[in-house]
């Protein structure tokens, strides 16, 4: 049992316990120091989410060695306390100040060091420790076959105590001098009771911290000695891991810090935002927040998605109705702007969209882009258990894999891209392609919706000294919940008087080819003059997020446009362009799907395009015979062109031949033509979409090796 000045004993409890306290207490050689930089990285990015654990070093190390620590090695956690010199030191961690109090107790009787060598200078076995810096203490080195009764009667003759640690530390040490003294005094102090204090050790000299009843976790390759000597309890953790990792696996089986997941989803966007004190969900049940959400709510997985949350707001204080574990990486609507509206927007959409002559860098909005995705790399790693499968989207986080493979080389990278993946030639035009394909090569597994899309990626990273594998998974609906809202629904006609409904659902975008159509059902007119106060085109084009300024001039010259069309067609009530620029909830959306005749998708460049088979599975489900016209350009091209009507945005001409041959397909046509379209809606359900490509991440092989051309093997 330690002892302490005035009669005071271990094992006590203070007499008014700090509520809520939580104190991590650990050594440094071989604990906190311990183990490879991925399982210390983790443990401080553990500890920086939880400031609510107190960190106390205890350490054999004199505190000139512990200032370097703290100034040379970043994955140190900054400590509060510090017990230094085998517990003879105690100083302030904020300020690094002696706290003067504790330790005039914990030295009591102390002859200094000065007479401790010279009353056991006739010992030659006994090798001072020159050069390590020492206070309130003296240190040996000294073989265990060596310690003999002379030694020690010589030290505690002198009124001191002495601790033989690792099978070569000799300590010569005040009487009242321990870690676990020093550690009892602090307690007292802070008013830490027992039950609320892990302590973490590796050798014998921390054989004291594990008298006091506190929680203990035993490094995995600890000195023998200490795993005979502590008794068993079931507040002891004796994991098989050690160092970081150990300490990080007791503060998880204690519930003080969350596991690390097997599976991470990194998406820049979360799944619902704070509105009213609570959480606004997606409107629509389509698309990849929708298919996210659905894997997480309806599979028992121990996942979490990593994603941001913009602004300086408080959260709610449950994401009520979410049923998400979600992980919020906070960013300030500074960093925002810089990151998506500029460097995403600006820089990468235009080249994604193969317009590169759209593309504005700056190297500001850059460093704010780079700076986005080391934060989410460290966010992502800071959640993913050891081994663990991470699913990264889009080309928003094109930084992350590298940072990643970098950090965390034990995990399991993949990347889908919602969005088209331009043609090598195209890509190279980024500035900071290098970079951006060097990150890239370091994925495990790379997904795509089309074919197109990753034989362009493979040949972006040919000649890299590894490859990803690639997947082809295009993405459906949630097919069920769409049809039975169809049923739900009446169709509307909205004033159309009898008129063909064309209708186009897209956000406002240069690359959804909005002014071509306008362009386009001018000429329609101008050639079927017929055609005045019998057709309508309905755009419903929600603007872009606040902020984003990259499509002001399509949105300026698209409003222009539709001003100019219906004044100059314009006959009694009817006009040939009812523009709708808001968001509509997706309710409202399948009424106008209900109500169309054509809908009409002209993208210059399209990962997918989900609205086209929206369309398709309201009309199919309700037995109408709509009629869709769609871009070459987009994904869902690859799939339903042996059914579409296929256009080409890039030809005017194109673009008014095919829109009139849908208006005058006959009944007939029109109903083969979404026979025809309904029977190639074939896709998984979202989840099991969702299900395949984690399954393709986490059996894809690591580091493969690339054949000439780029292709894995």
Known sequence: MAWLPGGEQTGE??????????????DLDGTLLGGDSTDRRRLKAALDRHPEVTVVFATGRGLPSIERILHNDPLVPKPRWIIADVGASVVDGTDLSRVDLLESQLRAGWPGQRRVRAALASFGELRHQDGVAQDGRCSFYLRPEQISTEITDAVRELGCGWMYS?????????????????????????????????????????????????????????????????????????????????????????????????????????????????????????????????????????????????????????????????????????????????????????????????????PSAWAHYEAMNARFADHISAHAAHGATVWLHDYNLWLVPGLLHELRPDLHLGLFHHTPFPPPEVFGRIPAASRIRASLACLDWAGFHTAAFADHFRRTLAGASRTPRTGIHPLGIDRETVEALAHARTAQRHGDDGCALVLS????????????????????????????????????????????????????????????????????????????????????????????????????????????????????????????????????????????????????????????RALTMTPGQRRTHMTRLAGLLDDPSPAEWARQIITAIRTAPKGQAAQPGGRAV
């Open 505 to 660: 659902v897209e956000r406002l975008d240069y690359a959804k080819a909005p002014l071509q159509k306008i362009h386009a059902l001018a000429a329609l007119l101008a050639k079927r003059p017929d055609l005045r106060g019998r057709l309508r085109f309905r755009l419903i084009c929600p603007p872009p997020e606040p902020g984003i300024r990259a499509y002001d001039t399509t949105g300026e010259a698209l409003e222009r446009g539709i001003t100019e069309l219906n004044r100059t067609w314009r006959t009694g009530g009817w006009e040939p362009v009812d523009y709708i620029p808001r968001t509509l909830p997706f309710a409202e959306v399948v009424d106008h799907y209900l109500a169309a005749d054509v809908l009409w998708v002209t993208s210059f460049q399209d990962g997918m395009n989900l609205t086209a088979k929206e369309f398709i599975a309201v009309q199919a489900a309700t037995g109408r015979s709509g009629v869709l016209t769609l871009s070459r350009h987009a994904g869902a091209a690859s799939q339903l062109a042996p059914a579409a009507l296929l256009t080409d945005p890039h030809s005017p001409q194109d673009l008014v031949d095919t829109l009139d």
């Open 13 to 26: 409890e203070p007499a008014s316990a700090g509520a809520g306290a939580r104190v991590l207490v650990t």
């Open 166 to 362: 690792a099978g070569r530390y000799f300590d010569v040490l005040p009487a009242p001098a321990s870690k676990g003294n020093a550690l009892l005094l602090l307690a007292r102090k802070h008013q830490w009771p027992m039950s609320s204090v892990l302590v973490a050790g590796d050798s014998l000299n921390d054989l004291s911290l594990f008298q006091l009843g506190a929680h203990g976790v035993i490094m995995g390759n600890a000195e023998p000695a200490l795993d005979e000597q502590v008794p068993r309890s079931a507040a002891l953790h004796r994991p098989h891991h050690h160092g970081a990792a150990a300490i990080l696996s007791a503060l998880e089986d204690l519930g003080w810090v969350e596991r690390g997941r097997p599976i991470v989803v990194g998406y820049h966007r979360p799944p619902v935002r704070p509105a009213d004190g609570g959480w606004q969900q997606p409107l629509s049940p389509n698309g990849i927040l929708p298919t996210l959400r659905s894997l997480f709510s309806t599979e028992d997985l121990d996942a979490v998605w990593a994603t941001s949350l913009v602004g300086s707001d408080p959260l709610p204080a449950e994401p009520h109705g979410t049923g998400l574990p979600l992980a919020f990486l906070p960013v300030a609507p500074a960093q925002w702007t810089g990151y998506f509206h500029h460097a995403c927007k600006e820089t990468l959409w235009p080249v994604l969209m193969s317009q590169p002559e759209r593309m504005r860098f700056t």
